[in-house]
């Protein structure tokens, strides 16, 4: 099973950019999904964005914000965010497998806080 560890995080003011990493301990061409996930204040972990057999899309409150891509030679996932609000705050994690539903284990994630 591959594993994803999450890089990139760190404090930034509001309006500020962040390119988060993914590395995947294992070859990602054949993985159709892959996603980008934060904890909400609940706990649980939401998807914010997602590409999935050649196509992204996005939550509603990171549309025109927030951009995946993946480098499937690099076995690398990223999530470059721009015009970053207080309330992007969170652990982001990525993650990925055949569909949304069927994904490998979770990795550490990356800590993005928004402050000024």
């Known amino acids: 099973q591959v594993q994803f560890v999450e890089s990139g995080g760190g404090l930034v003011q509001p309006g500020g950019s962040l390119r988060l990493s993914c590395v995947a301990s294992?070859?990602?061409?054949?993985?159709?999904?892959m996603g980008w996930f934060r904890r909400t204040p609940e706990g649980a972990r939401e998807l914010v964005a997602a590409h999935n057999y050649g196509h992204a899309a996005y939550q509603d409150s990171v549309e025109g914000r927030f951009t995946i891509s993946r480098d499937n030679a690099k076995n690398m996932v990223y999530l470059q965010m721009t015009s970053l609000k207080p309330e992007d705050t969170s652990v982001y994690y990525c993650n990925g497998g055949p569909r949304v539903g069927d994904l490998s284990g979770w990795g550490p994630g990356t800590q993005v806080t928004v402050s000024s």
């Open positions: 294992g070859n990602i061409v054949n993985i159709p999904f």
